[in-house]
T-cell receptor, first 114, second 111 residues
Framework: DSGVTQTPKHLITATGQRVTLRCSPR?????VYWYQQSLDQGLQFLIQ???????AKGNILERFSAQQFPDLHSELNLSSLELGDSALYFC?????????????FGPGTRLLVL | GQNIDQPTEMTATEGAIVQINCTYQ??????LFWYQQHAGEAPTFLSY????GLEEKGRFSSFLSRSKGYSYLLLKELQMKDSASYLC????????????FGAGTRLAVHP
């Protein structure tokens, strides 16, 4: 158990809908990262937040958005869902003040768009 | 551009040793990570190398050569539970896309 929690574990929805994925980082971690992993694909970095501020953006679609709240939990919002958005979505967190900044991953949310 | 290459699949026998290679070309380098990921589960941290040489951690060791843009993960005394994907990831300094993952190597351990 990494200490990172994600809810829900599974989500089934229809095309065109909107969903919200939630992540709570490890205690003391200030950075939260979101990744998408499609079937048999590598981890694609979406976005990073540090202490409430957006720090880095990767291949995140305009239909997707995220935020990090004062209590440091983060939400990833996916809207106008398409079949191709079906994937595992992972959240990771890391501690501040280290060069290494090892990322610890949550169990993921499996999204299925029908 | 950024490029991280790993073999797609490998097979090995229980009790044996296997070496999983990773080559990288990235703009900026601030260390290299190896993660293990069982199917449908979260990646879990295995090792981090920032200096050249070998880091040993139990049955797992990781090696880095920065001049060659090369790393390997060595797994000894293979067990069935080692069947998983192994992800190589380069840590880049600065903001954008800080951790870049390779596609992963799927390792199957057979009795």
């Amino acid at each position: 158990d990494s200490g990172v929690t994600q809810t829900p574990k599974h989500l089934i929805t229809a095309t065109g809908q909107r969903v919200t994925l939630r992540c709570s980082p490890r205690s003391g971690d200030l950075s939260v990262y979101w990744y998408q992993q499609s079937l048999d694909q590598g981890l694609q970095f979406l976005i990073q937040y540090y202490n409430g501020e957006e720090r880095a953006k990767g291949n995140i679609l305009e239909r997707f958005s995220a935020q990090q709240f004062p209590d440091l939990h983060s939400e990833l919002n996916l809207s106008s869902l398409e079949l191709g958005d079906s994937a595992l979505y992972f959240c990771a967190s890391s501690a501040p003040g280290t060069v290494q900044e090892t990322q610890y991953f949550g169990p993921g949310t499996r999204l299925l768009v029908l | 551009g950024q490029n991280i290459d790993q073999p797609t699949e490998m097979t090995a026998t229980e009790g044996a040793i296997v070496q999983i290679n990773c080559t990288y070309q990235t703009s900026g380098f601030n260390g290299l990570f190896w993660y293990q990921q069982h199917a449908g589960e979260a990646p879990t941290f295995l090792s981090y190398n920032v200096l050249d040489g070998l880091e040993e951690k139990g049955r797992f060791s990781s090696f880095l050569s920065r001049s060659k843009g090369y790393s390997y993960l060595l797994l000894k005394e293979l067990q069935m539970k080692d069947s998983a994907s192994y992800l190589c990831a380069v840590n880049r300094p600065g903001g954008y896309n800080k951790l870049i993952f390779g596609a992963g190597t799927r390792l199957a351990v057979h009795p």
